[in-house]
């Protein structure tokens, strides 16, 4: 079971966990298992992806002149522009996404580029 604590006791709310009667804590610490994710996909190349859509957002909203909810919806597929067999290829799609956008977009595009380059398509693990 969990109970919270009320906001005047704790600037910060905080969640316990009750260990169920007749069960008792060991005292060693457990062994940490990674996550499904993880174990499918290179744990750095997972935070360089994030880290990426991260600073895509915020090339984004600033491109857009705009709050990260009113981006218009448009999808910057990095493993479709992995895909594609050159840089030129790569900077036309993203141009093509970007044409409603009034601000000048060379920068975004060739950092966007840069940053792309040398990293691993995500692409899902075939099952055994």
């Known amino acids: 079971m ?6 005047e006791t ?6 316990y ?3 169920p009667a007749g ?3 060991e005292s060693e ?21 994030l880290n990426l859509e991260e600073w895509i ?3 984004l909203t600033d491109l857009y002149d705009c709050e990260e909810e009113a981006i218009p919806e448009l999808e910057i597929d990095v493993d479709e522009l992995l895909d594609m067999p050159s840089d030129v290829e790569r900077a036309a799609r993203v141009k093509d996404l970007l044409v409603d956008c009034f601000k000048p ?24």
Not at 10 to 15: A, E, F, L, M
Not at 40 to 48: G, P, Q, T
Request: positive net charge; glycine residues 4%.
């Open 2 to 7: 969990a109970a919270v604590t009320s906001p």
């Open 10 to 15: 704790s600037p910060q709310p905080r969640v």
């Open 17 to 19: 966990f009750q260990t």
């Open 23 to 25: 069960t008792t804590e």
């Open 29 to 49: 610490t457990p062994v940490r298992k990674q996550g499904r994710v993880t174990v499918k996909y290179d744990r750095k190349e997972l935070r360089k992806r």
């Open 57 to 59: 957002i915020d090339q």
């Open 105 to 128: 977009t060379e920068d975004f595009v060739s950092e966007l580029l840069d940053k792309i380059r040398g990293m691993q398509k995500l692409s899902t693990p075939q099952k055994k």
